[in-house]
């Protein structure tokens, strides 16, 4: 670490300091003061100081010292979590979630709204202000938003820097929709609006099955077909957010895949809604017909899963999106395809979320935001 | 920058302090110690410690002063560049490159040895020794090996991390050569082998076209067809080292392309060598059939072209490779295939280095093994 500049930027040097403390202190343990200077490598005094002044934000928290303990202990410290909120908030096809969290991202507090797969733009609006009102108000009543530090959104299609969805091919008339506007009208702080493949993808590194994992392709696998992709432990975004997009290449088979599964249901109308779904149950109960509609599926899924995994060599693919659910029918089929392209196949691992992983990615961005104005010195 | 650490490692302090200076020193201007002192945050008294050492071990030097200086001139400093050398080995197709250059990667000397694409192993191996020998002996004599603190050696196929060709499709006899190997006999210094698509991405970033962007597909278009990628400013090896790898996809469409190429040649034989640069020169002169053959083999590269592209949003997106010298007939073609099935098209350009890329990015290999091991406080 190099030493102190001669005629530094003290003020700069100070935010440092209390980004470095602010660091040691997320972690599980309280520590004194001593433990925070040997941590941060900064000078006992320095310490103190950064320390009274997080205290007075109420970014740091003094912990009770242990009962019993022998002598006037050493005073404790801790990141205190609870000192804002986190909003993520997943506007999908068929549902609206929004989670409260805390500053460490445990959730607190949900609320869920259900929405028509064919809702115009002006209803699934009208839903997502009732979903993310329903959960502040239980995050702490009439005035629960003001608690919010910053708010991640998630939705389907391309989104640009300031939340407003540049191309949306799956919900009808939600492209052009300014969702960042949208929200921004109900909670105070940041709010920022992504993709959400890119957003699950986010969440299985953070809290999921990839958190080992630096280098990782999530699929989505569900009512559409998309992509995330981790790059040496961060979000890829590409330079105009568009990344992740091999499925608009027709040779990529992802437009194509789930004609196979249409085709059987088809052939085999019932009623009941998340059609799809009967597919892989006929599968699993040994229905050659829905076994190889599966088949033709993973085929074409796995030309463009191919593609990623030869591009980008990554250490796991995860798959993740309503049809990892029926992971027994579908992830050994979809390895034997990876096998037959890819020189080298990597691991493969369903998502362990049930449907909050985009909503969780959400936070996690949310979380970012307040890391990135604590790190520049900004009162969030 | 935090202050000093109160009981910190004071030799990896001095560690990092000595790669600060440096770092400064490389700049274009020599530097006084003040002014060294204020671009690196360090006080007078440590920066002239670290100076004091930097010389002694000939990494920095003392540069005359500015004659007709008023008074005693303070004494200015800067990298010494000539302090070690650096050799970039391009083992191609059908030649062999050695580049020998200064610390700054200016190149100082280089050798060339024409090898047959059909030369097999030994042939092959021989020619590297050959043509490494002509190089150093061009830049000092018999001793002239002395020298080199680190070397990159570019090759077809893959490599694994101790210089090993793990797959090679394009030269006979190849795979499982070991190339680290056989360098390391004529060098002393670190001998870090790599992908040959790969170093020529690193050296457009380096000293080509790609100098401005972050995010570059490298796109090798020639008698093979590959990829190198730029990720967030950095080559993106993969987890195994095996990304760019998507001609391996029959979909994408690179193992078709140049049998149109083939095709129009089988039907208009002559004799003379570059078989395939004989389409281009036709296409330009007007010749139908031999311009369907350029389009069919453009439409076929598109596809995984654009594959990369939608998947990674690079900014740019630079063609080298033999065929790179056709762009006046090959990337308008290109730029229309891109913009019908891409999201975003990205800047699109060509190469500006005649064959000496390759081995310029195998300088930029040998020239990070120096960096990090300057880092690492070890004497290269």
Same mark, same amino acid.
């Given at each position: 670490m ?10 700069? !040097? ?8 602010l660091?040691?202190?997320?972690? #599980?343990?309280p ?16 310490? $103190?100081?950064?320390?009274?002044? !997080? ?26 979590s ?23 991202? $445990? ?46 959104v ?5 989104? +640009? ?16 929709? +300014?969702?960042?506007r ?16 890119? =957003?699950?993808?986010?969440?299985? #590194? ?16 569900? !009512?559409?077909?998309?992509?995330? !992709?981790?790059? +040496? ?15 608009? =290449? ?12 249409? +085709?059987?249901l ?34 074409? =899924? ?12 990554p ?11 029926s ?6 089929? =979809? ?30 961005m949310?979380?970012? $935001? ?11």
């Open positions: 190099p030493e102190e500049p001669a005629g530094g930027d003290l003020s700069r !040097l100070r935010q440092l300091n209390a980004v470095a403390v660091r040691e202190s997320r972690g #599980t343990q520590l004194t003061l001593t433990e925070l200077s040997k941590r941060t490598g900064l000078s006992r005094a320095s310490t $103190e100081d950064v320390a009274r002044d !997080l205290l007075g934000r109420g970014w740091l928290a003094e912990v009770a010292p242990t009962p019993g303990t022998v002598g006037r202990p050493a005073r404790r410290y801790r990141f205190n609870g000192a804002g909120r986190l909003l993520g908030v997943d506007v999908g096809g068929h549902k609206i979630l929004a989670l409260v969290t805390d500053l460490d991202g $445990e959730v607190l507090h949900q609320a869920r709204v259900e929405v028509p797969a064919e809702a115009g733009r002006r209803e699934r609006l009208a839903a997502v202000d009732r979903c993310i009102t329903k959960a502040l108000t239980a995050a702490g009543g009439e005035g629960g938003g003001a608690s919010i530090w910053a708010t991640g998630a939705t389907t299609g391309l989104v +640009d820097g300031t939340g407003k969805v540049m191309l949306s091919d799956s919900l009808p008339e939600w492209s052009g929709v +300014d969702l960042g949208q929200v921004r009208r109900l909670v105070p702080g940041a709010v920022r609006v992504e993709n959400d493949c890119k =957003l699950a993808a986010l969440a299985e #590194t953070w809290r999921g099955v990839a958190r080992y994992a630096k280098d990782v392709v999530f699929l989505l696998a569900g !009512l559409r077909t998309g992509a995330g !992709l981790i790059i +040496d432990g961060k979000l890829h975004r590409g330079f105009a957010n568009w990344s992740g997009e091999i499925g608009a =290449l027709p040779a990529a088979g992802w437009q194509q895949a789930p004609t196979h599964l249409h +085709d059987w088809s052939k085999h109308p019932t009623t009941g809604p998340d059609g799809f779904e009967r597919v892989f149950v006929a599968a699993r109960a040994g229905d050659q017909g829905a076994q190889r509609a599966v088949e033709e599926y993973v085929k074409d =899924l796995a030309v463009g899963a191919s593609a990623l995994v030869l591009t980008l060599d250490q796991l693919v995860v798959i993740g999106g309503g049809f990892s659910r992971a027994d029918v579908m992830v050994e089929p =979809l390895r034997r395809e990876l096998e037959r392209w890819c020189l080298r196949t990597p691991e493969i691992r369903v998502s362990a979320f049930a449907d909050e992983g985009v909503a969780l990615g959400a936070v996690r949310a979380l970012d $935001e307040v890391e990135t104005a604590i790190t520049d010195g900004l009162r969030p």
